[in-house]
């Protein structure tokens, strides 16, 4: 390592009684060198984040929001830089700072944690190494940095630090290697910490304990928080203000309570509009989307630029930008650059009500059935059971939600009806009422083509050397009833259907975001008139006027080609909108199934309740948490009796701890495995409610 020894850094930040703002952002515009030419992807955006105060910034993919954080860092790739505007941390200007000074406070005084903790962990290296190694960078001795590294590990609610100091990365579950990431940032007790999509891929139990330990930790420590997230829910529930960015502008700011009860911006309208909230499914109708696409940087230099996509624009909001209007709300003050303010929640739906049909067991003939799927796994020594005995059936028409935390067997299932993987012997396949073999390799192309899947990464589907065009209509060429012009037709239709702009047709994958990636995975999984597509957590990394726009192309289909679905992710809200069944999984096993209103209505399995407690809403409120003890079990060891046993809140006695649990009718085909009488477990429910 190169320059001064840590204990060399100058000491950053101002004293802990300051008023010095954490972060103060004046007037900065950003733009990057493409091509030979030069386009601001920030312009001319003003925020603070008080000391203790978590500040949450929000907007579509290309708004700018990392692109905020990596400016704050003095971390811009070689073709960024900042044209104009002033960054300050705890009173001190970014800008001026000397290498020296620059190291110092990215040592002592900003943390980030980023989206993806896989990679932000070096896998050559253990877990004590990497967290001690934050500790030696503000001056600490080796050995005192592992003494305050095992502290640090129990203050980020990891039960057996030193366990986890000696293990990889790689022997870590998602939950634990993002809390690891955490205890290295809050390693400088720092002024600001940064947080970009921390919480992205998370399960519902995990997302919420991480959000707990922010929260708390936040509260211990007095630390500034700029939350970047998608997530609507999510910076409702943390953040004390919220920050609105459009195409590098920030188009409304205020308190997170009046921002999202009282938008006073038609994007921000729009994006509240989008999402599946709670008592939504796809029986009310359409989900409502936001029209057009992001336009690109420096594109549009006169007049309002969420002009060409708002409902409520006219000619004065074509030819004069709207200054920021400041507005008196409830809690605070809001501020909108628009013209019609006050008009902004008048703003025209896009979506019409048209309800989808719902498939009904008893009149549709089934798509899909399975019978005692199980597979075991050989890693080492050791045995494991990633699915055991599972039995289910999906009609025409029908979307079957898989519901779980990470390590649930969700994606194997998935991998088994696919035919990816082999079952263990005694199970068996049917599509169409017809014998279905157990392996790909040995299905007919009518058979390979009626199954399809959306992965979760789009890197891992799409031929990187290949055009957009290309990628979609190679699926398309199978389709011996599409020539010419009805083919180049049907394309557009799919790429307008899955928010595609025409312009990417010719881009190479590599050229394109994540979330337009997976557009393209999606369309391309549609392109053959499939029978039945599995979706695995397909919207996981996409906005949420993307995911709308997707969970209406599913809905569509479904109803225009009575295609089925088995849907999985880890958002519940999701889940619900699209679902007509769920099944709860844990360790493999089926806990619970029936139709999704009676799922999440109740009575329900004591780890669905767990579940469903962990889901945060946009109002920041949300039900009594129900926090489970410890990790998931390993599934080469599983429990004994039921496999939930361990970490159940309602565990009744021993017979939980030997017995498996019966099969309980909870009536209109709602099945709950548990020890508990369905109608105990409504009454407790409904008393805790």
Do not use: W
């Amino acid at each position: 390592m190169n320059g001064p020894p840590p204990s060399a850094f100058p000491t950053f930040g101002a004293a802990k009684g300051d008023q010095t703002d954490a972060l103060t952002i004046v007037g900065l515009t950003v733009a990057y060198r493409s091509r030979g030419r030069e386009r601001e992807v920030l312009q001319d955006v003003t925020l603070r984040v008080r000391r203790g105060e978590a500040y949450g910034l929000v907007g579509e993919s290309g708004c700018g929001k990392s692109t905020a954080a990596l400016a704050v860092l003095r971390y811009l790739p070689r073709n960024g830089r900042v044209k104009a505007g002033r960054i300050s941390i705890a009173g001190r200007d970014v800008a001026s700072l000397d290498a020296d000074a620059l190291r110092g406070m990215r040592a002592n005084a900003v943390s980030m944690v980023y989206q993806d903790p896989g990679r932000a962990l070096n896998p050559s290296l253990t877990i004590a190494r990497q967290v001690s190694e934050a500790f030696e960078v503000t001056g600490a001795s080796a050995d005192e940095a592992l003494s305050r590294t095992a502290d640090m590990l129990r203050r980020v609610r990891i039960a057996s630090p030193e366990r986890v100091m000696e293990s990889y990365p790689h022997q870590l579950s998602g939950g634990m290697q993002q809390r690891v990431v955490i205890a290295m940032a809050l390693a400088c007790n720092p002024e600001l910490l940064i947080l970009d999509e921390p919480t992205t891929g998370l399960d519902a139990t995990v997302e919420a304990e991480v959000l707990d330990l922010i929260a708390q930790l936040r509260a211990e420590l007095g630390t500034a928080v700029l939350f970047i997230s998608h997530n609507l829910a999510v910076i409702g529930r943390m953040c004390d203000r919220v920050g609105v960015l459009y195409a590098g502008k920030l188009v409304e700011e205020g308190t997170a309570a009046d921002v999202f009860a009282k938008p006073r911006h038609p994007y921000t309208v729009g994006l509240l509009r989008c999402l599946p909230l709670e008592g939504r499914s796809k029986e009310n109708g359409r989900l409502d989307t936001i029209p057009g696409s992001l336009p690109l940087p420096g594109s549009i230099t006169q007049g309002c630029i969420f002009a060409p996509r708002c409902k409520l624009a006219d000619e004065r909001c074509l030819k004069d930008a709207p200054p920021p209007y400041r507005i008196a709300a409830a809690h605070g003050d809001q501020m909108a650059r628009c013209h019609y303010h006050e008009r902004a929640q008048t703003l025209p739906r896009s979506a019409d009500e048209t309800p989808v049909h719902v498939a009904n067991g008893e009149d549709q003939p089934l798509a899909l059935s399975a019978r005692n799927l199980s597979k075991t796994f050989r890693v080492g020594d050791e045995e494991v059971r990633a699915v055991h005995d599972v039995s289910l059936d999906l009609v025409q028409g029908e979307t079957l939600g898989l519901v779980g935390e990470s390590g649930s067997g969700k994606t194997t299932l998935a991998k088994l009806l696919l035919g990816l993987v082999s079952p263990d012997k005694g199970a068996s396949l049917e599509l169409d009422g017809a014998a279905l073999p157990e392996r790909v390799t040995q299905r007919s192309e009518e058979q390979v083509k009626s199954l399809q899947i959306v992965f979760q990464n789009p890197d891992s589907a799409l031929n990187r050397a290949h055009s957009v065009r290309r990628l979609i209509a190679r699926s398309l060429s199978k389709l011996a009833a599409l020539h010419g012009e009805a083919k180049e037709q049907r394309l557009h239709m799919l790429t307008e259907a899955v928010r595609l702009p025409a312009r990417y047709l010719g881009s190479r994958t590599r050229q394109l975001s994540g979330g337009l990636k997976q557009r393209v995975a999606i369309a391309r999984a549609f392109a053959g008139d499939p029978r039945v597509v599995v979706c695995d957590e397909p919207t996981s990394a996409l906005d949420v006027s993307v995911q709308a726009a997707i969970l209406n192309l599913l809905a569509d289909l479904q109803r225009e080609r009575r295609v089925s679905y088995v849907f999985i992710s880890h958002d519940l809200h999701v889940v619900r909108y699209l679902s007509d069944r769920i099944a709860v999984l844990y360790l493999g096993r089926i806990m619970e199934i029936g139709r999704a209103a009676a799922v999440f209505d109740g009575p329900q399995h004591p780890y669905t309740e767990a579940l469903l407690s962990s889901v945060p809403s946009i109002d920041g409120t949300h039900a009594k948490r129900i926090r489970l003890s410890g990790e998931l079990p390993s599934a080469a060891n599983p429990p004994s009796g039921c496999v939930f046993h361990t970490r159940c809140p309602r565990k009744i006695g021993a017979i939980c701890e030997t017995e498996t649990p019966p099969c309980r009718d909870a009536g209109d085909a709602h099945a709950i495995h548990c020890h508990i009488p369905v109608d105990e477990l409504r009454a407790l429910q409904r008393q805790e409610r």
